[in-house]
């Protein structure tokens, strides 16, 4: 920890209540390295940064998370409010990332209560690293019950879609790196974020609603990545009564899906989707798939037209 | 934990010296859901198993594991070896896992030292939740140099790629899990392991290497997910020399094959490859890939051949 920071640190007496102060660290997301292809000839490839972030609060060492970087105090933030290490958003006084040193200080009102306690019953989940999530998680997960009204269309399901798939990313240059995005229930993007394991992805989107105020109910949690039971209670947490994945899900996601009432979409693909549980939400439109499909077809060929290849 | 299991667990005391007595539990790897697709046709489909795997040392609780559950027993062995939990595996009794309370019991001969210390220093890592990877994980790394000798013919790699592709899985069921291989430096497959984490499936990996004793220096490890720092670090410390994915990789998961002299080959599918560290010890091929190239080549058309659409 570099000790200017703490040098120059007010104390949570002097700062003002209301919102944390965040840094604005940034941090080059992709690398360019030399490969070998199998003929031997040398390239120019792009791999996606991947930079240990250790999170101090009060000074204390907490975590080492391992992270693309690209958004440091939003990742803490939802780590914190992701293993209920703190409470209220009020609690934090401020979130400051000196990648000098790869570490961001939190400084909080009151401290975290029980560390010892909380961190001593692990759970290691499927995600992607976000790793260890402490005690009592699917006891808070049967408490939960998402809302019953909350609709979503098929045409808003190929909004999103094709949203993520023109979306500028790391991914398109570098791959090797999950995205997570948040969308209101129109399909409105409000925040796409990637990093290197999809867990770290959904914290920092957790760290925004946090933040901000944001209700879930009203809002639809897409993931490149596979829909694990960490990513299933994590949105779920975060009170999202849907969640879309162009990939698959696991007996454990679909079960906690089915037992929370939410709405899983996996397989999102163009027009393609397969509707798992919280099947009563999707409002599906035939003619807008009609539509698409008939955009999408060639004309079929007449009798006499010459044959073209491809 | 089913107290019938401690009521007739030996105590070590009574048990041989050497290899540890494993249970061998089953438990299904695929369940079968009804999805509605785009047309909101209904449809029965494969998905994986995920369930938790509580680790009990000397009856004490250690962490929850989120797993498939195919290789419960070299899961726990490899996850105890990989974070350093046990330095010996003549230090284990036996692992016993019993599915009907989600668990598995492991006696020891003589406990885990300094529990709390080791984990009161947590790394959440990028890989798909093996997470908690205990202090000092980076200092062991800087120790590790892989045999410089080794080689790995270019023919090697086409075998094991083909090896993996026609594997028998739960992912060309299911989707959604990460597969890991053990290879000979002669491309003969030793094990294959999927589950729902890749870092659960390399710690089976590792499991079983501890148990059977096996060097790492003659041997090349396949995973189907990505290169970051975690999978880099535990093929490092399993002492294999030659890393290959179908999959990319990041900066740190680069920069510590670069500095353990690590062979890393991403992007292996069919032909192709790229390889971005260790580069001395591949040995390339022309003559078998160009025997692969004209095998794959279609003759081409002559003039006069009638054109004919695939």
């Not at 408490?143 to 399901?157: E, G």
């Given at each position: 920890?570099?000790?200017?920071?703490?040098?120059?640190?007010?104390?949570?007496?002097?700062?003002?209540?209301?919102?944390?102060?965040?840094?604005?660290?940034?941090?080059?997301?992709?690398?360019?390295?030399?490969?070998?292809?199998?003929?031997?000839?040398?390239?120019?490839?792009?791999?996606?940064?991947?930079?240990?972030?250790?999170?101090?609060?009060?000074?204390?060492?907490?975590?080492?998370?391992?992270?693309?970087?690209?958004?440091?105090?939003?990742?803490?933030?939802?780590?914190?409010?992701?293993?209920?290490?703190?409470?209220?958003?009020?609690?934090?006084?401020?979130?400051?990332?000196?990648?000098?040193?790869?570490?961001?200080?939190?400084?909080?009102?009151?401290?975290?209560?029980?560390?010892?306690?909380?961190?001593?019953?692990?759970?290691?989940?499927?995600?992607?690293?976000?790793?260890?999530?402490?005690?009592?998680?699917?006891?808070?997960?049967?408490?939960?019950?998402?809302?019953?009204?909350?609709?979503?269309?098929?045409?808003?399901?190929?909004?999103?879609?094709?949203?993520?798939?023109?979306?500028?990313?790391?991914?398109?240059?570098?791959?090797?790196?999950?995205?997570?995005?948040?969308?209101?229930?129109?399909?409105?993007?409000?925040?796409?974020?990637?990093?290197?394991?999809?867990?770290?992805?959904?914290?920092?989107?957790?760290?925004?609603?946090?933040?901000?105020?944001?209700?879930?109910?009203?809002?639809?949690?897409?993931?490149?990545?596979?829909?694990?039971?960490?990513?299933?209670?994590?949105?779920?947490?975060?009170?999202?009564?849907?969640?879309?994945?162009?990939?698959?899900?696991?007996?454990?996601?679909?079960?906690?899906?089915?037992?929370?009432?939410?709405?899983?979409?996996?397989?999102?693909?163009?027009?393609?989707f397969l509707l798992l549980a919280g099947k009563e939400r999707l409002v599906f439109e035939p003619e807008v798939l009609d539509a698409l499909e008939s955009h999408l077809r060639r004309p079929a060929a007449r009798a006499g037209d010459e044959v073209q290849c491809p």
């Amino acid at each position: 920890m570099n000790r200017s920071t703490h040098d120059t640190e007010p104390s949570a007496q002097d700062l003002p209540t209301g919102r944390p102060q965040l840094s604005q660290a940034s941090a080059a997301l992709t690398y360019e390295v030399t490969a070998l292809d199998e003929r031997g000839r040398s390239s120019a490839i792009h791999i996606p940064a991947e930079r240990p972030l250790t999170v101090y609060v009060d000074k204390r060492e907490l975590v080492t998370l391992m992270t693309l970087g690209g958004a440091p105090e939003l990742l803490t933030l939802g780590y914190l409010r992701n293993q209920r290490l703190v409470r209220s958003i009020e609690d934090i006084v401020s979130v400051q990332v000196d990648w000098s040193v790869d570490a961001v200080a939190v400084v909080t009102k009151s401290g975290i209560a029980d560390v010892e306690e909380r961190t001593a019953k692990k759970v290691v989940t499927t995600g992607c690293g976000q790793g260890s999530v402490f005690g009592g998680l699917m006891d808070e997960v049967d408490q939960i019950t998402l809302p019953l009204d909350a609709r979503l269309t098929q045409s808003t399901v190929y909004r999103i879609v094709e949203t993520i798939r023109s979306q500028q990313s790391v991914y398109k240059q570098a791959g090797s790196v999950h995205g997570c995005a948040l969308f209101s229930n129109t399909g409105e993007l409000l925040w796409f974020v990637e990093d290197v394991g999809r867990h770290n992805a959904v914290d920092a989107i957790a760290g925004l609603m946090w933040l901000e105020g944001m209700a879930g109910a009203d809002k639809v949690f897409y993931t490149t990545g596979r829909l694990t039971s960490e990513m299933v209670i994590k949105g779920a947490q975060m009170g999202i009564p849907f969640l879309l994945s162009r990939s698959g899900t696991t007996e454990m996601g679909h079960r906690v899906a089915e037992k929370v009432g939410m709405s899983l979409l996996a397989r999102c693909s163009g027009r393609h989707f397969l509707l798992l549980a919280g099947k009563e939400r999707l409002v599906f439109e035939p003619e807008v798939l009609d539509a698409l499909e008939s955009h999408l077809r060639r004309p079929a060929a007449r009798a006499g037209d010459e044959v073209q290849c491809p």
